[in-house]
């Protein structure tokens, strides 16, 4: 059954301005929502990581260690442990040919440096798409604001060319524009909270990451882990 009011109603008609809006802002909700979905699907995969870290300083040789993780493509822990294998190689092994490096830094600022430029960059990493949802968070109101302007502007024209301004006339179209602006609150609303959510989970890897970094660089450095006595 067709109505003069409503969505539908919005869509056909209104102008190509209004149809740009609308459909700006389904593809920042649709893309919000996969980037939400994505990254909370990758956090829940790293959490449960952890329980391999224990495996790994159980580990009888360093080697046997690195066997303990999973999923090396896309392990952090293990790709922060297998860079610092190979930055302590590239360390002890320069020839008589390239030694300003050893003469630069020594071995614990090398490693240290080493491992926190791996941490980086995988933190780096961690925040792909937020950029995305901060922005969508911070302008889609005003793109659905705009929308509401925009379309109350040509209602009042529309009313105005009628000659009649009678409630039942007024509302529907400005009633239809004003669903422009919840438009936007919808989709800005779940941007900013999972940017907040995604935010803080990132924070709370990195931190374990740090905390990995330092286990690690203590290891190469003094052949202990830091709280291995305990």
């Given at each position: ?82 860079l610092a294998t190979k930055a302590s190689a590239h360390h002890q092994n320069q020839s008589s040919n390239h030694r300003e490096l050893l003469q630069t830094l ?125």
């Amino acid at each position: 059954m067709n109505t003069p009011f409503g969505i539908a109603n919005l869509w056909l008609e209104g102008d190509a301005i209004t149809r740009f809006v609308a459909i700006a802002l389904l593809i920042c909700s649709i893309v919000t929502w996969v980037i939400l979905l994505t990254r909370l699907w990758d956090l829940r995969n790293l959490r449960k990581l952890k329980p391999e870290l224990e495996q790994f300083w159980r580990a009888t040789s360093f080697d046997e260690g690195l066997k303990a993780f999973s999923n090396h493509s896309s392990n952090p822990y293990y790709q922060i442990a297998k860079l610092a294998t190979k930055a302590s190689a590239h360390h002890q092994n320069q020839s008589s040919n390239h030694r300003e490096l050893l003469q630069t830094l020594n071995y614990s600022e090398w490693m240290a440096r080493s491992v926190k430029n791996s941490i980086d960059a995988i933190a780096a990493g961690l925040q792909k798409g937020l950029t995305f949802l901060g922005s969508t968070g911070a302008i889609a109101p005003f793109i659905g604001l705009f929308g509401t302007v925009w379309g109350i502007y040509h209602a009042l024209i529309a009313i105005s060319s009628s000659g009649s301004a009678q409630i039942d006339q007024v509302a529907g179209p400005i009633g239809e524009a004003l669903i422009m602006t919840a438009f936007g609150l919808a989709v800005a609303i779940p941007a900013v909270l999972g940017f907040n959510a995604i935010n803080r989970a990132n924070k709370l890897f990195v931190a374990d990451l740090n905390r990995f970094g330092n286990d690690l660089l203590a290891y190469f450095v003094t052949g202990a882990r830091v709280n291995s006595g305990e």
